[in-house]
């Protein structure tokens, strides 16, 4: 009874923690629920990055502050120990006298990692650990990823026709959709759920996208685009200074005689980095520095492929419209594991995991 008990409850932990999804990075997205004779009497999640944690709103939710002491807390991920935006969440849990909590997953954060239980348990907190693991983890890839691996987890997205092609070959600046409505909402949702958003040149170019989030409610990303010799104009909508972008060009002399052109554009940062040397690499190690758990990279199929052939990728979405083209660009190939398979309207929507 016990055991169903506890995945009942973490799993309203994990539905609450959804709540946070899109705006809680670079922090995980956590919820946390306090039972009583079981009955729960305080619910909580990170709702937003430097705000209060899941279990500080789950205490502070508790009318009768009395009853913590004979209260279990469940929560998503393994309370932290350490002074950040807010304070230790392992010490409020003791300053209240929670005699129990419930762990789903040790935070991967080495700052974390399995600190925060070692101080509950050393204080006289039983802790149990290891309740719908695998869905905390799930929940928290790009976390887990950007902790363990020092870098964003990376996203491809691409809508390609019946018979394998992304784009026409195209004589105007005119684009034909491959996809429906539905489907065009769908990313924008996915761009208020990541951090930033990558294309490169030929996108630019052939596009000219905002990259922001209109079909949807949520925060625009910072756009990341990568120009090796800065070909684009200063008037591309990617430069028209509504939202942060980076735009990553190389040390040649074309790229570094035009960052004039772009100067005093309101939220726009020109870095250069040596595309001799993996570049994909570079771009990572950099976002990672700013902090950047998870991309979602819309670029080109020659874009895209440059991430697949280097194995820097963790997710591919890959959209199938209705429609034959019958030639034009080929679109990118990956070699995962099928996620999930969906039909939205007249499209397909499939997600490859590594």
Known sequence: METKQHDTYM????????????????????????VHNNRIIGEGYHARYGEAHAEVNAINSVKDKQL???????VSLEPCTHFGKTP???NRIMEEGIPRVVVAMIDPNPVVSGKGIEVLRQNGVEVTVGIREDEAKELNRAYITYQTKQ???????????????????????????????????????WRSEHPAIMVGTNTVDADNPRLNVRCW???????????????LPAKANVFDGSQPTLLITGNNSHALTRRNEFAGIEGLE?????????VEVQILKELAQRRITSMLVEGGGAFISSFVKKNLWDE????????FFGGGISAPTVAGNLHSYDQIGDSKLFIYRR
């Open 151 to 189: 870098r964003p987890y990376v996203v491809l997205k691409w809508a390609q026709t019946l018979d394998g092609y992304i784009d026409r070959y195209r004589a105007n600046d005119e684009c034909e959709w491959i996809t429906n409505e539905r489907a065009r909402m769908l990313v924008h949702k």
């Open 217 to 231: 409610s949520g925060h625009n990303p910072l756009r990341v685009v990568v120009d090796r010799r800065l070909r």
């Open 88 to 90: 230790p969440c392992t």
């Open 270 to 278: 020109i870095i250069s980095m040596d595309f001799a040397k993996e």
């Open 316 to 323: 591919a979405r890959v959209f199938v419209g209705n429609k």
């Open 68 to 74: 913590l002491k004979e209260s279990t807390l469940y």
């Open 11 to 34: 799993g309203r932990c994990l539905d609450l923690a959804q709540n946070g999804r899109g705006y809680v990075a670079p922090n995980p997205m956590v919820g946390a629920v306090i």
